[in-house]
T-cell receptor
Framework: AQSVTQLDSQVPVFEEAPVELRCNYS??????LFWYVQYPNQGLQLLLK??????LVKGINGFEAEFNKSQTSFHLRKPSVHISDTAEYFC???????????FGQGTELSVKP | ETGVTQTPRHLVMGMTNKKSLKCEQH?????MYWYKQSAKKPLELMFV???????ENNSVPSRFSPECPNSSHLFLHLHTLQPEDSALYLC????????????FGEGSWLTVV
């Protein structure tokens, strides 16, 4: 079955430290991958996406993610986080164009001063 | 501003009330979606409309009734809800059902008392 797994439900980190939020997806011939961010009391905002091409994808707010086909992973990284990055982050996969967008359970990133 | 606008942002309703959630997208998209986001649960896809036609209903109870009068507007009519229906309801849109990027609105917080 198609699935997306976010390995950490909560990630606490200090300001200016690097962070990695992990995401694994079930393997498929064709998959598009996304990271969304949800700030408190707001909807989901697209951070970045991988459709094809370069496996390193850069998004907004200094985030980037790397598509790793052999490990079926799409981990999100930022070299130095800010307090304002505190939010919930969702990894999602679209299997076969036109299929259902499947979300992971979410990772709550908490940045402390 | 994502181009997807939801109203109201907050709604409190009794179990015998009838209310509606409204979604409007200004992106020229042809596919629209309703998602439900409950605490501690992954996002659940409820309904999909493509070119005004409902293409997916993920076993949603009939007390939720969607309506899509045109490609820019989507409603979710609510009737005799239960307290467990309290959640954040997110509207989203994409170019079409095969469109590979889905954009979300800010959500409507629903509390059923």
């Amino acid at each position: 079955a198609q699935s997306v797994t976010q390995l950490d439900s909560q990630v606490p980190v200090f300001e200016e430290a690097p962070v990695e939020l992990r995401c694994n997806y079930s393997s498929s011939v064709s998959v598009y991958l996304f990271w969304y961010v949800q700030y408190p009391n707001q909807g989901l905002q697209l951070l970045l996406k991988y459709l094809s091409g370069s496996t390193l994808v850069k998004g907004i707010n200094g985030f980037e993610a790397e598509f790793n086909k052999s490990q079926t992973s799409f981990h999100l990284r930022k070299p130095s986080v800010h307090i304002s990055d505190t939010a919930e982050y969702f990894c999602a996969a679209l299997y076969n164009q036109g299929g259902k967008l499947i979300f992971g359970q979410g990772t709550e990133l908490s940045v402390k001063p | 501003e994502t181009g997807v606008t939801q109203t109201p942002r907050h709604l409190v309703m009794g179990m015998t009330n009838k209310k509606s959630l409204k979604c409007e997208q200004h992106l020229g998209h042809n596919a629209m979606y309703w998602y439900k986001q409950s605490a501690k649960k992954p996002l659940e896809l409820m309904f999909v409309y493509n070119f005004k036609e409902q293409t997916e209903n993920n076993s949603v109870p009939s007390r939720f009734s969607p309506e899509c009068p045109n490609s820019s507007h989507l409603f979710l009519h609510l009737h005799t809800l239960q307290p467990e229906d309290s959640a954040l309801y997110l509207c989203a849109s994409s170019q079409d059902r095969g469109g590979n990027t889905i954009y979300f609105g800010e959500g409507s917080w629903l509390t059923v008392v």
